[in-house]
């Protein structure tokens, strides 16, 4: 059927074969039409990415300028909490010139590593919860080692997705913030602290004259709760309100005032009388604010100083009434007060002379021997400038006449708070005890006729010359003498003749010696000569006894002419010849003890003796003569 309408209207259908150039007839318009349809498409996605990407550039140039401008700091960091990015002041927070610096770094790395587990908690609980944590204070430690204090704020960092990435993070810097508000609070704590730690009535008022505040002894001398006071009028608890009120308006429009006498009234009735002290305080711009008033009890302070005054007429009696001699000085040693016993033993008419003065350079100038004193080597006042007391048996002070009189002193120092503030130092003339130690010193260790070191001097001497000689290898020596015919002149002319000739023996013998060496009685007609630091060659230091004993030897042999005085009878002179039979053992270190030292040079002796008198001999020693 389709066939036949064909060919009615159309003619007899021709099936015809289709060629390449028909083919491409009807194909490459086609195929241009799309090209050009897709070209279009993609010069508009191009465009279109092109405007998205400078948009986005746009954006972000926008952001990161905004970014930079902020006086805040702006950080972000990935899920890994290592930093993506930040701003610049962050980056110089950080102690690092570019934001570019920190980017892959974690806290840990920064100079505030001890806080970096705080941190990275905080970056936690924030991405886990995804909920934002603002306005929050923390401690940051800074590159060089400060502690400040930040506030800051994180939230959640997402992607076009809505899927946390990361975190992103702001603060500022609050520490000055925080110093002005902790000091603020500091002072009204400190106000408060001290309004209420005074033993004194203080109250606080405002300009119109109201108490504000006052401190628990407030209450106690009014007998007033604070909250009965507070909001008050000052003179309610005046004897005298009017009084009070002058008070008050002398403060407001002086500024201050100073010790007006008012008195309190208790509830009970009881009156203390107090004095009165105000003053105002300002704000920064200079407007006043209130006043601060205090009320001290005259009452205690009073009878305090009649105390004291009891007390300083009580210690000035006492000190008055002293033997010792008595004295005062400040913390730079200036003489504040003396008593009559100082002036009397020093020889001052009156304490003028001497208070007010240096007491070092008034008692203490030089030493004994006048050598220069300065106060830098005085005991006492080294003693009591470190705090410590002193107890001098020996030391010397100098009278006004210049003559010194050895004293034992006493020195206590006067100290507040530990602060050496003075000493007081008692003394008293040791001159009579002095004098009675000598004698007893000469008792003890000197021959009362000639002078000479007795037997437990002698000792004494050995034995530290024998320790010298151990240390040093120096040989030593002792020479037992003995006169030979002493005895004749005893019985002849007696024992005060005998005396006569001892005392001129020793004196020859000390002029024989050295310094060093000691010349000692040993009793009767007997004496000793002990030589120390001879030589270390036993022969040198035999050569050497040798010499001394051969001028030992003629000396006493010389003509003794003595001068005899008799109560009751004319001056005689006594002339004898007199020699010595000396003995002599040489000793180094230890080797041999003191006794036997002694016992060689009296067997030495003897032979001496046996040689015919008025010669030497040594003790183990062959032939030296």
């Known amino acids: 059927m389709y066939n036949a309408l064909y060919e009615k209207w159309f003619g007899v259908y021709e099936v015809k074969k289709v060629g390449l150039r028909d083919m491409l007839k009807y194909i490459i318009p086609v195929v241009a039409l799309l090209l050009t349809w897709v070209g279009y498409l ?22 990161m300028t905004i970014i930079e401008t902020a006086p805040i700091r702006v950080f972000w960091k990935d899920r890994n909490l290592r930093y993506l990015g930040c701003n610049a002041v962050f980056a110089r927070d950080a102690g690092m010139t570019r934001p570019d610096e920190l980017i892959g770094k974690d806290d840990y790395q920064m100079g505030w590593a001890t806080q970096a587990e705080l941190y990275r908690a905080d970056d936690r609980a924030v991405m886990a ?6 306005a929050y204070d923390e401690p940051q430690t800074t590159p060089d080692g400060r502690t400040i204090w930040l506030r800051t704020s994180k939230v959640p960092l997402r992607n076009q997705h809505d899927e946390i990435i990361g975190v992103l993070g702001v603060y500022e810097d609050i520490t000055e913030r925080k110093k002005a508000e902790e000091a603020v609070r500091d002072a009204a704590q400190y106000t408060r ?85 105000g003053s105002l305080y300002r704000d920064g711009n200079g407007t006043v604010l ?8 005259i009452t205690a302070r009073n009878k305090a100083e009649t105390e004291v005054r009891f007390l300083n007429k009580k210690m000035e009696s006492l000190l008055n009434s002293m033997a010792e001699g008595a004295y005062g000085v400040d913390a730079d040693g200036v003489c504040t007060f003396v008593n009559r016993s100082f002036l009397r033993l020093l020889g001052y008419a009156s304490a003028d002379e001497v208070i007010g003065r240096h007491i070092h350079e008034l008692i203490h100038h030089t030493h004994a021997d006048g050598s220069p004193y300065p106060a830098s080597q005085c005991r006492a006042n080294a003693a009591y400038q470190s705090n410590r007391s002193m107890h001098e048996l020996d030391e010397v002070f100098w009278r006004k006449d210049g003559t010194a009189i050895p004293v034992e002193l006493w020195s206590q120092p ?16 040791i001159t009579v005890r002095k004098q009675a130690e000598y004698q007893i010193h000469q008792l003890a260790f000197y021959d009362t006729l000639t002078q000479l070191p007795n037997r437990r001097l ?61 010349v000692a009685r040993f009793g009767g007609d007997e004496f000793v000569v002990m030589l120390a630091g001879l030589s270390k060659i036993e022969s040198d230091s035999v050569s050497l006894c040798k010499g001394i004993a051969e001028t030992i030897c ?28 000396v003995g002599v053992a040489v000793f180094v270190g230890e080797e041999t003890s003191q006794e036997e030292v002694l016992q ?3 067997a030495a002796m003897y032979l001496a003796k046996d040689a015919g008198r008025n010669t030497f001999r040594f003790y183990g020693v062959e032939d030296p003569v």
């Open 600 to 602: 060689q040079a009296d």
């Open 290 to 297: 209130g006043m601060l008033a205090a009320a001290r009890d």
């Open 129 to 134: 919860s995804g909920t934002a944590k603002l």
């Open 414 to 429: 006067i100290a507040v708070d530990g602060v050496v503030t003075g000493a007081i130092a008692t003394f008293f003339d």
């Open 554 to 581: 003629t000396t006493l042999a010389a003509t003794y002419v003595l001068d005899v005085t008799r109560d009751g009878a004319p001056n005689t002179q006594v002339e004898h010849h007199c020699t010595a039979s």
């Open 42 to 63: 993609f010069y508009q996605r191009q465009k279109e990415r092109q405007q998205a990407h400078e948009a986005v550039t746009a954006s972000r140039d926008l952001l």
């Open 458 to 518: 002698l000792n004494d001497r050995l034995g530290q010359t024998m320790l010298a000689s151990q240390r040093n290898g120096l040989y030593g020596a002792v020479m037992m003498l003995d006169l030979d015919n002493f005895k004749s002149l005893n019985d002849t002319h007696g024992h005060l003749v005998g005396d006569l000739l001892l005392i001129e023996v020793a004196r020859r013998l000390t002029l024989c010696v050295r310094e060093m060496d000691t």
């Open 193 to 277: 602290s001290l309004i209420e730690a005074s033993m004194d009535p203080l109250v606080m008022l405002n300009a119109d004259g109201k108490i504000t505040d006052v401190n628990s002894a407030t209450e106690q001398v009014t007998g007033l709760a604070r909250q009965a006071l507070i909001g008050g009028d000052l003179s309610i608890a005046l004897t005298d309100p009017v009084k009070g009120r002058v008070g008050l308006q002398q403060v407001f429009t002086q500024g201050a005032v100073k010790d007006y006498q008012l008195a309190i009234r208790h509830v009970s009735g009881r009156v203390t009388d107090v004095l009165f002290n």
